[in-house]
């Protein structure tokens, strides 16, 4: 099993390094393009690549090249490349937008990409409209790596309608979100499966010119393992210490209505513990006394999407066992599975 585990380090490894080799010849193109326009278009195209290649764990390649590898048998998995570097670039256009929108001034260790044009041109409507636009051309870069997404004969048009189909859940689930919508898992489905693991892994089985079964089996196995993967990821944000997240307790200090949120107020908090929790909650400079506080407060609360996480992880998990994947596949499924939802809390 260790040695098992070691050869998916090293295949995950691979994977990460070759979707970054082909982003930076992918950048080194568009800023000779946007040079030929003009000297200045530059610079929306740095801020992209600096965001984009600034961190990131390359999940969604990783899900897209293990689908690939489940419905396809062994062998290599570069035709997953474009298609996984193209689902980078979206999600940072989202992440731009997001960050804008929330406000934040930092992601992945450095500066968000508005407040990074603030910085640099003085003046902050200047520098929130060139980081929309360069969210938009993200999103325009994306499709371009996409289109060349290398597709078996009759299963492009059903790539690009899933592709467009992403977007738009992903844009529903942004606004429940920002509209702090009470069906939490509705939301994060949304928002982050649709583009995080259910899109990759069926675009993964199209690049394998998988049968029904084989895309149904994925189907399954992604779509809870997306909310499970956010549900861990709104337990970082509310309990992880600032060596996991560099932000504990972001989203108490954003208002976020996430799944610990839900299942705080569902439990019905009496006054004392709901005054707690709303003295942080929704307040950007809220003290880490005080945060710490609230997550004493919600520590029943975590322990429900604790569980919850897990049936939908037990769920994920049992989707792969009627799939028509070899056993290698299957193993390799399981343990994405892990990663992606325990990740630490």
């Known amino acids: 099993m260790a040695q098992g585990q070691m050869n998916l380090d090293s295949w995950m490894a691979d994977v990460r390094r ?15 393009e946007a040079e030929a326009l003009s000297p200045r278009a530059i610079d929306l195209v740095t801020e992209v690549k600096h965001l984009t290649m600034r961190g990131g764990k390359r999940l969604r390649p990783i899900v897209t090249a293990a689908a690939f590898r489940a419905a396809h048998g062994p062998g290599p998995v570069g035709a997953t490349f474009e298609v996984g ?15 804008w929108m929330d406000e934040d001034v930092e992601r992945r260790g450095g500066p968000a990409v508005h407040y990074a044009f603030q910085q640099k041109h003085d003046h902050a409507h200047l520098g929130a409209s060139l980081g929309i636009l360069a969210g ?5 870069f994306s499709w371009e790596l996409f289109l060349d997404g290398q597709f078996p004969e009759g299963c492009r048009h059903d790539a690009n309608v899933l592709f467009v189909k992403i977007q738009k859940e992903v844009f529903a689930g942004q606004q429940l979100d920002l509209m702090a919508d009470e069906d939490v898992e509705r939301m994060h489905d949304l928002k982050t499966g649709s583009y995080t693991t259910r899109g990759p892994a069926e675009l993964g089985g199209l690049l394998a010119n998988a049968d029904e079964k084989a895309m149904r089996a994925l189907h399954d196995w992604s779509t809870p393992l997306g909310v499970a993967f956010q549900l861990r990821d709104d337990l970082l944000s509310t309990f992880g210490s600032a060596q996991e997240t560099g932000k504990p ?25 709901l005054a ?5 909650w929704g307040r950007p400079h809220a003290s880490d006394e005080a945060v710490a506080a609230a997550t004493v407060v ?47 809390s």
């Open 298 to 344: 919600l520590a029943e609360a975590k322990a429900d999407v604790e569980a919850r996480l897990s049936i939908l992880a037990d769920d994920a998990m049992t989707a792969l066992t009627s799939g028509p994947f070899d056993d290698e596949a299957k193993q390799m499924l399981e343990e994405v599975t892990r990663r992606l939802t325990d990740r630490g």
């Open 85 to 99: 570097a193209s689902l980078e670039l979206l999600q940072t256009y989202l992440l731009i937008h997001d960050d």
């Open 18 to 32: 070759q979707v970054d080799l082909l982003l930076e010849r992918f950048f080194e193109a568009k800023a000779k």
């Open 276 to 280: 707690v929790v709303d003295a942080v």
């Open 249 to 273: 307790g972001d989203d108490l200090r954003h208002g976020k209505h996430n799944a610990v949120i839900g299942a705080f107020r569902k439990r019905a908090p009496d006054d004392a513990a």
């Open 136 to 140: 938009d051309l993200a999103s325009t």
